[in-house]
């Protein structure tokens, strides 16, 4: 009997695995293969992550992981000349302004709306326990136009979500953190000696952000076992069992690191209540289309990292990234290949359209992008992820403590996963870690309680 069953072989899973060297585990997927959201199909010379594209270099987690799977040393940095982000407004590209002379100099805001911007270190503080909306407290400090035309975007391009629903304490734990510290978000940048830029640089791995899953997985070895998909839990008089259809697993400790409906569903008979909060965790649908172009199809060839959508534009996707700019060893040598995110929560219903009208979709966002095209796509390939990305949608924060309050009551069981301690593939990879050292204290207290006097 494994010591430990670790429900779901995502990143989250596979990271928490990885942690626990010297402890009898084993890993159990539902799919073929593990993985989860983080894969890559290699398709005529090209790297395709058919979800994420890499992570931000900011979590030591995500560095101690690199290492212990040897791959520190061949990590691969998006390239630097590829930092300009776009913001499609007004029918044109603005060059997104992340320093205050960008800022002053930019057409993407009215001169009032940055007049408003500038009030807002004189602003007091936002009321006291309340689970404000993204939406309503940059309208609140900034103004509604920087909701539209700056972070509404953001949002979109890294929560697929809308500002209105997400839950800025839950989502953007750190921006809350600084009002609440410092009053003020300028006077935060200050303190911090940091401007608006994004923290951190995206990197990932020379066969695409698979290969990062991938050598989790073969680092496991048989202590993975695929198509297995977990159908129930239950709890014994020394632990808990894992039922199966093949099957069932007894094991000291339990780690979910499934998706919040698959958790909801294996705790229904346990915890009534936590199974509930599990349920309230919605997840935006999202749809990648990826194509391949010869240079020069269009009238302006893209240059920088890529391009998302202010709210309000007719575009009909959420934006754009410039892979063959950010990862050249990614495309074929005079080629663009261009990765077009479409759903999400701004337009859920877009990742439900039939192929063709899909594709018309992403080449007229082309067009608004990039002007006239010349030539047909030398590859196409839309990926699909219906459940793609947990909102953490106002009250997050309750829900999330439910689960962990439900973590204390059960010895033994332990939860994982996007929808928990954030999104990125480095959050799901820090969450791993703290897991595992948790599952170790508890392996070891039992341990001890058993050796007891
Ligand atoms: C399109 C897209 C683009 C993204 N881009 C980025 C990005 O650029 N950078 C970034 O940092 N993050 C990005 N993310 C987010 C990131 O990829 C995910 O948050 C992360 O991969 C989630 O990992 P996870 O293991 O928590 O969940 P999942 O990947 O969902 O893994 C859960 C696993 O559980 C398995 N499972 C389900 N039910 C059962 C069952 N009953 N029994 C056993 N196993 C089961 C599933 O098959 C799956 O393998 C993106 C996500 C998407 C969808």
């Known amino acids: ?3 430990v069953v670790i429900v779901g072989g995502g990143v989250s899973g596979l990271a928490t695995a990885n942690c626990l060297d010297g402890v009898d585990l084993i890993v159990l997927e539902a799919a073929a293969s593990a993985g989860g959201n983080v894969r890559t199909e290699h398709i005529d010379g090209r790297i395709i992550d058919k979800g994420p594209n890499g992570w931000l270099n900011t979590a030591p987690a995500m560095d101690r992981m690199l290492s212990r799977l040897g ?10 000349k590829a930092h300009t982000r776009w913001i499609y407004a007004d029918g044109k590209m603005h060059p997104a302004p992340l320093t205050p002379s960008a800022f002053f100099s930019t057409s993407l805001l009215p001169w009032w709306a940055k007049l408003r911007v500038l009030i807002e270190p004189f602003l007091p503080r936002g009321p006291e326990g309340v689970d404000e909306s993204v939406a309503q407290f940059v309208a609140r400090r900034l103004g509604q136009k920087f909701v539209d035309r700056m972070v509404g975007p953001m949002v979109a391009g890294i929560h697929a979500a809308r500002p209105e629903d997400l839950s800025l304490a839950s989502a953007f734990p750190k921006m809350a953190e600084m009002e609440a510290q410092y009053r003020s978000l300028f006077l935060a940048m200050l303190a911090k000696k940091r401007g608006g830029a994004p923290a ?9 952000a698979g290969q990062l899953t991938d050598t989790m997985a073969t680092r496991l070895g048989d202590r993975l076992q695929c198509d297995t998909a977990v159908e129930g839990l239950s709890q014994t008089k020394d632990g808990w069992r894992v039922h199966t259809a093949g099957g069932d697993f007894d094991a000291e400790a339990v780690v979910l690191a499934c998706p919040a409906p698959v958790q909801a569903k294996l705790m229904r008979g346990l915890d009534a209540g936590v199974a509930e909060a599990l349920d309230e965790i919605p997840y935006a649908p999202v749809t990648v289309v990826v194509s391949a172009w010869p240079s020069g199809t269009f009238d302006q060839a893209p240059s920088g990292f890529g391009v998302l959508a202010a709210r309000g534009e007719r575009v009909g996707v959420l934006g754009t990234l410039f892979t063959s700019e950010t990862y050249p060893n990614q495309s074929k040598s005079g080629e663009i290949l261009l990765r077009t995110m479409v759903g999400g929560a701004v337009h859920p219903a877009a990742t439900k359209l039939d192929h063709q009208t899909l594709l018309g979709r992403v080449y007229d966002a082309h067009g608004l992008f990039f002007g006239k095209r010349r030539a047909e796509p030398t590859m196409v390939r839309a990926y699909h992820h219906p459940a793609g990305i947990p909102q953490y949608t106002v009250g997050h924060q309750s829900r999330v403590g439910a689960v962990c309050a439900a973590a204390d009551r059960f010895g033994g069981l332990f939860f994982a996963g996007n929808h928990l301690g954030g999104i990125g593939v480095k959050d799901c990879v820090t969450t791993g870690e703290q897991v595992a050292a948790n599952v170790r204290a508890w392996l070891e207290l039992t341990a001890a309680t058993e050796d007891g006097p």
């Open 1 to 3: 009997m494994p010591r």
């Open 71 to 80: 791959l520190s040393d061949v990590v691969v940095q998006a390239n630097d």
């Open 200 to 208: 951190g640089q995206l990197q990932t791995l020379p066969q695409g």
